[in-house]
């Protein structure tokens, strides 16, 4: 695939009981006026990723980059184009994702394949049995997540595939985890971490992969929250987290926007005689 490129994906989000009772059921979703469920975060960038598993193949899983803004939902049965520009002077490429409507809902770049050496401060806190609770007055920039190791299995990267129906030959021939396998290994890592004032909202992700990851990789997620910021009544946190393997070796780093909490809407005080 050269640039400039575009493919068409068909937005549709599975039926994991992790859905029920939210607005990523159809049910819940139209009876707060929304026209079908929302797509998790993860899900769009998938579809994304998918344009740049495309162009480069093996070379992106193992070394590439990406970077995704949502700027509005994407629901369950929209129809998708994803499209990247020729590079710009810095070599990475425009990325836009666009709906049926005409609506731009992702914005970002893909970075081609690239060595690089990461430099991070490894630490692992394991999970607790009780969760902390945290809202915007006490997360605080270097705030620490926990995470629990794992071995990942071949079926847990063919549950994964399933579930975001990406059947990308790349990933099926090589045995590979795809892209959003690996966002939500860190950042389920980071969300059972504390209880949050209400379900976070992924909002924006900067990725750069240094290995691939296969069956039978023990995986575990060191991550720190890097900046806590609040826009128009909106709390967000940025967390940098990074994938491991085997304790020491670094598979991907994901630094990801979360709207964590909304301040109420302020009432309007009543005239009084």
């Known amino acids: 695939m ?21 607005i990523h059921e159809d049910s819940v979703a139209q009876r707060m006026g929304y026209r079908s469920a929302l797509l998790p975060g993860a899900f769009v960038y998938t579809y994304a990723a998918r344009l740049a598993v495309s162009a480069w193949g093996m070379d992106w899983v193992e070394r590439g980059a990406i970077s995704t803004r949502f ?18 002077p810095d070599g ?4 836009t994702v666009t709906n049926q409507l005409g609506e731009e809902v992702v914005t970002g770049t893909l970075g081609a394949p690239a060595h690089e050496t990461p430099q991070a401060d490894l630490i692992f806190q394991p999970h607790r ?3 902390e609770a945290i809202d915007a007055a006490r997360m605080r920039p270097g705030t620490r997540f926990n995470t629990s190791e794992r071995v990942l299995t071949a079926d847990d ?3 994964s595939r399933r579930a975001m129906a990406e059947t990308h030959p790349v990933f099926l021939q090589n045995d590979v985890a795809h892209p959003g396998c690996l966002v939500r290994l860190t950042m389920d890592d980071v969300l059972r971490s504390f209880i949050l004032p209400m ?15 296969r069956p039978g990789d023990r995986v575990s997620t060191s991550a720190v929250a890097t900046e806590v910021f609040e826009s128009g009544g909106k709390h967000y946190f940025v967390s940098d987290e990074y994938l491991v393997l085997d304790g020491d070796r670094l598979a991907a780093r994901h630094r990801r926007t979360n709207l964590f909490q909304i301040d109420p809407a302020p009432t309007e005080a009543r005239a009084t005689n």
């Open 199 to 213: 379900p976070p909202i992924f909002t924006a992700v900067e990725t750069r992969h240094y290995c691939a990851v």
């Open 2 to 22: 050269t640039f400039p490129a575009r493919i068409e994906v068909e937005a549709l989000l599975d039926d994991h009981p992790r859905y029920k009772g939210s």
């Open 157 to 159: 990267l063919a549950a």
């Open 71 to 88: 700027r509005r939902p994407v629901f369950n049965g929209d129809l998708l184009t994803i499209a990247a520009q020729s590079a710009e």
């Open 129 to 131: 049995d009780t969760r």
């Open 92 to 95: 990475s490429h425009r990325l």
